[in-house]
T-cell receptor, first 115, second 114 residues
Framework: DTAVSQTPKYLVTQMGNDKSIKCEQNLGHDTMYWYKQDSKKFLKIMFSYNNKELIINETVPNRFSPKSPDKAHLNLHINSLELGDSAVYFC?????WGGGSDEQFFGPGTRLTVL | QKEVEQDPGPLSVPEGAIVSLNCTYSNSAFQYFMWYRQYSRKGPELLMYTYSSGNKEDGRFTAQVDKSSKYISLFIRDSQPSDSATYLCAMTPPRGSTLGRLYFGRGTQLTVWP
């Protein structure tokens, strides 16, 4: 039983295309996140939703648009893909928002390659 | 200055060695300190967490926090090839803080060779 799942696992696309990544968690958590991990393994937070409400929007180009249709799902749509968008994108979830000891559970990642 | 500093390595040690991984931080609001382990081509998984200062032991792993120095460590005793992974430190303030999210270090890539 996968706790946090992402699709697709791999995504290879041309510059300028639009693509979406989907994430689902079956843990009953209130909070979900999108992270970007570059080739040097730095994990950078992009967005966070709590109960379908956007609460973190880091300095991310507006080509990236998250959407949370319900608490269990958080999708990421990327317009006009650029070479620099190539990275691994991780979805994560936690019981609650706002610090404390809550563990974040990560999905397996989506490896995006922009050609 | 970044919130959390971590030497990315890589670190390569022989099986059985004691490994020391470290992070420093700048924000005194951080109270919860975590270590995540990430195997190649997988998502990070929580390894250990510690609240405030002190030590915590779990099998071959010991986490230490020194809040006065803003310095945290993870020690791995009798390291095994299966410990080869990237180790990311992470920290967060208490619940309710406006800073309430995880702040990650860059991760240290560890290889334990047989």
């Amino acid at each position: 039983d996968t706790a946090v799942s992402q699709t697709p696992k791999y995504l290879v696309t041309q510059m300028g295309n639009d693509k979406s990544i989907k994430c689902e968690q079956n843990l009953g958590h209130d909070t979900m996140y999108w992270y970007k991990q570059d080739s040097k393994k730095f994990l950078k937070i992009m967005f966070s939703y709590n109960n379908k409400e956007l609460i973190i929007n880091e300095t991310v180009p507006n080509r990236f648009s998250p959407k949370s249709p319900d608490k269990a799902h958080l999708n990421l749509h990327i317009n006009s893909l650029e070479l620099g968008d190539s990275a691994v994108y991780f979805c994560a979830s936690s019981q609650q928002w706002g610090g404390g000891s809550d563990e974040q559970f990560f999905g397996p990642g989506t490896r995006l390659t922009v050609l | 200055q970044k919130e959390v500093e971590q030497d990315p390595g890589p670190l390569s040690v022989p099986e059985g060695a004691i490994v020391s991984l470290n992070c420093t931080y700048s924000n005194s609001a951080f109270q919860y300190f975590m270590w995540y382990r990430q195997y190649s081509r997988k998502g990070p998984e929580l390894l250990m967490y510690t609240y405030s200062s002190g030590n915590k032991e779990d099998g071959r792993f010991t986490a230490q926090v020194d809040k006065s120095s803003k310095y945290i460590s993870l020690f791995i005793r009798d390291s095994q090839p299966s410990d080869s992974a990237t180790y990311l430190c992470a920290m967060t303030p208490p619940r309710g803080s406006t800073l309430g999210r995880l702040y990650f270090g860059r991760g240290t890539q560890l290889t334990v060779w047989p």
